[in-house]
């Protein structure tokens, strides 16, 4: 059987890939393995292994069925490892973090078909993440894998390349162990790519892509925010009382002759109170409005819709983890301007109970937040990793979600006593401060302690925190000097981890950091002091 004599609806299909592609490399590649099976089908010769009994016409319908994708699974995996002359391989799709086995040939049972495991440091998390194939040619010598974890692995060979529909990715496409010890080459690769084109091309129109592609609610919010042909963002009472847009100004939405007007109702120095927010209940206003204004006001808004991020399935686990990140550094930025304690300290605690709630759901989320943390030597940013590594630190000593809420408030509102403090005395360098600007300085403890404790809204040992978080074990911290047991347990959290972040903070920048493992050695080099 030669091309020439190819049934027609194949014939397009080919066309299809070829207008996609371009890669007439790529195409002979292909015709020939098609070429190939066929003859082999024809002359009555065992075809290869895994195509048996499988003609041109099935495989051609089959990759760019919108109809037939279960079908399609199985095909595109006995093509690819047939056709790259592997002992393995898989297709499977991505959701968030995990990866579904849609076809698996050469896998051991208790993965199999239809099996799903978490992507992690694996060739199929790289796939995800640059969006490019990949080819390893010795696992033993990569250090970018961990072939031990790789539960779908086997032999020293592999190359995977992702399925892309409209440039994002939603499977992957793997074989690996090339039989009599071959490395993978470069028509392998593209081979693999035209394959995986192919296969894209069926999921695109299908149902499985609509699921795959469904909006998450981060893009969601995202979008809604820069929507240019809305300049104001609709908000839920809730919010505004005492929570993000607390101190924004509100709007109404009204209609005259059909001409949507937005009026001012309330400047954002006046607090929107209970008795407000009865009369708009009684005029049956659900919407209040806020004004878009820039990245702020973004992650405010995001701020609102915390608890409906997280509980969104669509979203990964590190997209929740860096807008966690950024809300929180957004809203100690508005600490620092906010007259209003109250509604700091709501803002804080909703957080608080949030990450501590994600904490408790998802026990590798220490990982996520590694690879967000900035070390900026910023007030917000170093509150907000103080607050975060605390968190995790008192995860890991053991105390109890509930103790562990009064812990991160604490934590995230340690240094709360320095907006007493003039920006003069707090930008400026510690050796370079007069002695009484010094002085002034070590009193945010005292004032942080007045303002928290003051709101009769906190368990004490969180308004401790403030007070104590510069005392040391031996007795040399200040304000008072306070030895030993005197300090209470929190607040020795809180001086080894304000410590370590003002140390990581001076450190110039790396990739990752070491956190727990630096931790856990101050603990032992500094016993004493802590
Ligand atoms: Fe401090
Ligand atoms: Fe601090």
């Known amino acids: 059987m030669t091309i020439a004599t190819l ?16 890669d007439i490399k790529c195409l002979t590649k292909l015709y020939q393995l098609l070429r190939n099976v066929c003859d082999a089908n024809e ?37 690819t490892v047939s056709g790259t002359n592997s002992l393995s391989g898989i297709v499977a799709l991505v959701t968030g973090e995990e990866a579904h086995i849609k076809s698996s040939i050469g896998l051991p049972q208790s993965i199999g078909n239809n099996g799903i495991f978490k992507i992690g440091e694996d060739p199929i998390e790289w796939v995800v993440k640059y969006g490019n194939s990949i080819v390893v040619s010795d696992f033993e010598k990569d250090k970018r894998f961990n072939k031990h974890t790789m539960l779908w692995f086997s032999g020293n060979t592999l190359l995977c390349v992702p399925i892309k529909v409209r440039n994002k990715v939603v499977g992957v496409i793997g074989v690996n162990n090339k ?51 809305n300049k104001y963002l609709p908000v839920n009472l809730r ?47 659900n919407k209040i409005y806020v004004a878009k204004n820039g990245n702020a006001q973004y992650l405010r808004y995001m701020e609102a819709n915390l608890v409906d991020i ?44 949030v990450i501590l709630d994600f904490m408790s759901r998802d026990k590798e989320v220490y990982s996520n937040f590694k690879k967000v943390l900035v070390y900026k030597g910023n007030a917000p940013n170093h509150s907000v990793n103080v607050a975060v590594m605390g968190l995790l ?44 600007e010094k002085e002034m300085l070590r009193k945010h403890s005292d004032m942080g302690y007045v303002l928290l404790s003051g709101t009769g809204n906190l368990p ?63 603990v032992k080099e500094k016993r004493r002091k802590l």
């Open 7 to 22: 049934d027609n609806a194949v014939c397009e299909d080919i066309k299809t890939v070829q207008d996609t592609l371009h």
């Open 43 to 79: 002359s009555g010769e065992n075809a290869h292994d895994t195509l048996e009994g499988l003609n041109l016409r099935e495989i051609g319908h089959a990759l760019i069925s919108v109809l037939d994708l279960e079908k399609l699974f199985p095909l595109v995996n006995n093509f």
């Open 179 to 229: 039989k009599y010890g071959e490395f993978y080459t470069d028509g392998d690769v593209r081979f693999l790519e035209m394959i995986a084109a192919y296969t894209s091309i069926a999921i695109k129109d299908s149902d499985l892509y609509s699921v795959s592609n469904k909006v998450n609610k981060i893009d969601q919010l995202t979008t809604t925010y820069h929507d240019k042909s």
């Open 239 to 285: 919010s505004i009382k005492t929570g993000a847009f607390s101190e924004c100004d509100v709007y109404l939405k009204t209609a005259v002759n059909h001409e949507i007007s937005y009026l001012l109702y309330c400047k954002g120095n006046k607090l929107f109170d209970d008795e407000r927010k009865e009369s708009f209940v009684k005029k049956n206003i």
């Open 310 to 353: 997280m509980n969104d399935e669509l979203s990964t686990r590190q997209e929740k983890i860096e807008i966690i990140y950024n809300i929180a550094t957004n809203m100690l930025t508005d600490t620092l301007k906010s007259s209003n304690i109250f509604v700091i300290i709501e803002r804080g605690k909703e957080l608080i109970t």
């Open 393 to 436: 630190f008192g995860q890991y000593l053991g105390i109890s979600t509930g103790d562990l809420l009064s812990l991160g408030i604490g934590l995230l509102f340690h240094d709360i006593g320095k907006m007493k403090i003039d920006a003069h005395t707090l930008n400026n360098e510690f050796d370079n401060l007069t002695k009484v």
């Open 460 to 522: 004490r040992e969180a308004s401790l925190i403030a007070k104590q978080h510069h005392e040391q074990y031996n007795g040399k911290g200040y304000p008072y000097g306070l030895k030993g047991e005197e300090i209470h347990y929190y607040s020795r959290i809180a001086h080894i981890v304000d410590e370590f972040e003002t140390d990581l903070s001076k450190i110039a920048e790396s990739e990752t950091k070491p956190v727990f493992q630096v931790l856990q050695r101050m």
